[in-house]
């Protein structure tokens, strides 16, 4: 094998290699490149991963690794794909209370099911009522993938606020209704905050006005029906309510499937049918695709399949007892530490958190967290910190709340912290003004993070450049003297939003 030095020398090398690795050497490459990596087996991560044990993923490893080679981009070549995908979609039909006539598709995620529904109801609008100029009516809280699709597919967005209790606004949604709009989303839960909106009565709007409402549950989709039958009582957000024409639901979310895994179902399908690509005139043959991926690969679908029929209806219970259990904890605790609130009034498993009190910056406590070995969401409009709650997280609840309780007491001791770190970098984020300045910066960065030279840049460190070396005492004046006005404003912000909230 390579020795350390080698081996890092090696993973630095980014030429196809003369002779072929040993198994061993690649397999000791991976573990390095892993070793960065958060610690979610541990349960230090509070997105991003969801799961449950090794023997619970190598299952899902061995029946990823019997499909390996498979595709399903040919329904009529490989049957068996098509009867896991039939049998996918007709359990997570019922789990969301449809009927015998809901049908859909295994995706590769739930990016790929949000696109899929603006693309359909595009072409569902365009051929049902002639609308050329096509939008869309999303809540403020609804998942970026959103924003993607009306980006990608050419659909204009009209972004609907929140009432106080974080919902989507209803009124507000039925004033911006007009002759173009495709479809209305609802989302249960939202993403930032976990709160589910009030699909019934968006339902009621969609019905009169006969325009279709996707519920997005991606996040939802496969742990809500089972919160119900633990006993909590939740208002109707599925096909239950007779205007939500499909629903999106993350199967390697809380279905606990391998990655690559969602769905997205139909009332019906006629609509399904305008998700659907066929090009008939090509040389290589009469070209047909269910969804937006050509090359759909086996494994996922197995393994989603395996995951599902693993675990049960009484496994789901039991891991969504465990979960709730913790959120509960969790809540209840951070509740309990004087001048934290949870936002809202979350329902399911995930939520968030903000500071009323302007000693404690929500930001720098994230900093401090993370000190401890904890991987932090943020997030902003308001500024908060996030948590996705997963059975693993039952071990760890009395340390993350101790560690919480110790990271605000060194905030409230030490102001200076919001001034330093990502507390600094997600505060200007959060409060500039000028939201193109952001959007230009992220998006040079990333630019440089996947051009040629593959440059791993940390956001609080990205710096001002300049083709004109003379210019570069200007530039570095500039900034400093543009990051202190700046650090003057987010505070003065921070410090009237934490007496608003006290008022």
């Known amino acids: ?35 960065q990596d958060p610690a979610y087996k541990d349960g230090r991560t509070w997105s991003l991963v969801y799961y449950l044990g090794e023997d619970h993923t190598s299952l899902l490893q061995d029946a990823y690794n019997m499909y390996f080679s498979a595709n399903g981009l040919n329904p009529m070549a490989f049957k068996s794909l098509k009867q896991l995908e039939s ?26 099911s949000c696109l899929l529904a603006v693309k359909t109801y595009r072409d569902y609008g365009k051929a049902k009522k002639r609308i050329k100029k096509p939008q869309m009516i999303i809540p403020e809280t609804a998942h970026v993938a959103w924003e993607k699709g009306g980006e990608y597919f050419g659909v204009e967005i009209f972004r609907a606020p929140l009432d106080k209790d974080y919902r989507v606004d209803v009124q507000a949604v039925k004033k911006m209704i007009t002759k173009n709009t495709i479809m209305i989303l609802g989302s249960a839960p939202e993403y930032p905050h976990g709160i589910i909106d009030p699909i019934e009565e968006l339902g009621q709007i969609a019905s009169a006005r006969v325009i279709p409402l996707h519920v997005d549950a991606c996040v939802g989709g496969y742990i809500l029906p089972f919160i119900e039958k633990l006993g909590p009582k939740l208002t109707p957000w599925d096909y239950r309510v007779p205007g939500v024409t499909s629903i999106s639901a993350d199967t390697h979310k809380y279905g606990f499937a391998a990655k690559g895994a969602s769905t997205i179902t139909y009332r019906s399908k006629d609509i399904l049918k305008y998700q659907f690509f066929v090009y008939e005139n090509w040389p290589g043959g009469i070209f047909a695709s269910p969804a937006l991926l050509g090359t759909r690969p086996g494994g996922s679908y197995a393994a989603a399949w395996a995951a599902l029929q693993l675990i049960g209806e009484k496994g789901y219970l039991k891991i969504t007892n465990t979960i709730m259990e913790t959120t509960r904890k969790l809540i209840n605790g951070i509740n309990a530490i004087e001048g934290l609130h949870i936002i809202g009034n979350p329902k399911a498993s995930l ?3 903000q500071s009323l009190s302007p000693e404690i910056n929500i930001y720098a406590v994230g900093d401090e967290m993370e000190k401890r070995g904890w991987h932090i969401d943020r997030l902003q409009k308001p500024e908060a910190l996030h948590a996705m709650v997963v059975p693993k997280h039952a071990e760890v609840v009395d340390t993350y709340l101790s560690d919480l309780e110790e990271a ?22 959060s409060n500039v003004p000028f939201r193109g300045v952001i959007r230009k910066q992220v998006l040079d960065i990333f630019t440089n993070l996947y051009g040629p030279k593959n440059e791993m840049i940390d956001l609080k460190n990205a710096s ?16 400093k003297l543009s990051e202190k006005l700046l650090n003057i404003y987010v505070r ?12």
């Not at 030095?5 to 991976?30: C, E, F, Q, V, W």
């Not at 605000?408 to 984020?429: C, F, N, R, W």
């Open 464 to 479: 001002i450049t300049s083709s004109d070396k003379n210019d570069s005492n200007i530039q570095a004046l500039s900034k």
């Open 408 to 429: 605000v007491e060194i905030v409230k001791q030490h102001p200076e912290l919001s001034t330093q770190g990502d507390a600094a970098m997600y505060g200007m984020i």
């Open 1 to 35: 094998g390579l020795s350390g030095y080698a081996l890092r020398n090696t993973m630095n090398n980014n030429k196809l290699p003369k002779i072929g690795r040993s198994k061993d050497d690649i397999i000791s490459a991976l573990k390095e490149y892993g070793s």
């Open 351 to 353: 939520f968030s958190y």
């Open 492 to 503: 003065h912000k921070q410090t009237r939003a934490a007496k608003r909230m006290k008022s």
């Open 87 to 112: 049998n996918i979609i007709r359990i997570t039909a019922d789990l969301l209370n449809g009927d015998e006539n809901v049908c859909g598709v295994v995706t590769s995620g739930g990016t790929e």
